[in-house]
């Protein structure tokens, strides 16, 4: 089965220190891979999406991510977090075949001053 | 532009009851998604349509249904009401079909059944 896991329900991090949220996949040919972002009350931002090409991908708010095809990964980062990052964060993956998005369950983030 | 609007923000319901949710996309994109969020399972998708047509649909029993109209609007209804649709339905809309195409989403409709 295609699936999408985000091994830590939450992740907890001292302003301007460097953050990850981990996402590992499950599915078959070359996937799409996205991360969006969640506030309070709110419905899910796209922060970035990788495609194809560079491993690295850069998106929005400082974020970036990094895709390992090895590792089935894609986890995402930032290099120095704010307390505004503090959210809901979901990694989400296409299939290579026709489908819809699957989304992993979600990972809390808090940024403590 | 204006975003993804969704009404209504709130409703509560009883079991048994039947519920419509609607959806109005970004002007001029065409596909709209629906998706179940819950604390305990994360966003399930329910399902996808594109120009009228729906083009997948998750695992969700047939008393999900949705449809879309000629200005790509879109509804979605419930019927006979469960405990276990209590959930942040949202919806997502993109200009095309194409796989890499990212989604905007609306803040959702917060559905409360008891």
């Known amino acids: 089965a295609q699936s999408v896991a985000q091994p830590e329900d939450q992740v907890n991090v001292a302003e301007g220190n460097p953050l990850t949220v981990k996402c590992t996949y499950s599915v078959s040919g070359n996937p799409y891979l996205f991360w969006y972002v969640q506030y309070p009350n709110r419905g899910l931002q796209f922060l970035l999406k990788y495609i194809t090409g560079d491993n690295l991908v850069k998106g929005s708010y400082g974020f970036e991510a990094e895709f390992n095809k090895s590792q089935t990964s894609f986890h995402l980062k930032k290099p120095s977090a704010l307390v505004s990052d503090s959210a809901l964060y979901f990694c989400?993956?296409?299939?290579?075949?026709?489908?819809?998005?699957?989304f992993g369950k979600g990972t809390k983030l808090s940024v403590k001053p | 532009k204006a975003g993804v609007t969704q009404t209504p923000r709130y409703l509560i319901k009883t079991r048994g009851q039947q519920v419509t949710l609607s959806c109005s996309p970004i002007?001029?994109?065409?596909?709209v998604s629906w998706y179940q969020q819950t604390p305990g399972q994360g966003l399930q998708f329910l399902f996808e349509y594109f120009s009228e047509t729906q083009r997948n649909k998750g695992n969700f029993p047939g008393r999900f249904s949705g449809r879309q109209f000629s200005n790509s609007r879109s509804e979605m209804n419930v019927s006979t009401l469960e405990l276990g649709d209590s959930a942040l339905y949202l919806c997502?809309?993109?200009?095309?079909?194409?796989?890499?195409?990212?989604?905007?989403f609306g803040s959702g409709t917060q559905l409360s059944v008891l």
């Open positions: 997502a809309s993109k200009n095309t079909g194409a796989r890499d195409e990212k989604l905007f």
């Open positions: 989400a993956v296409r299939p290579g075949s026709q489908g819809n998005l699957i």
């Open positions: 002007s001029g994109h065409r596909s």
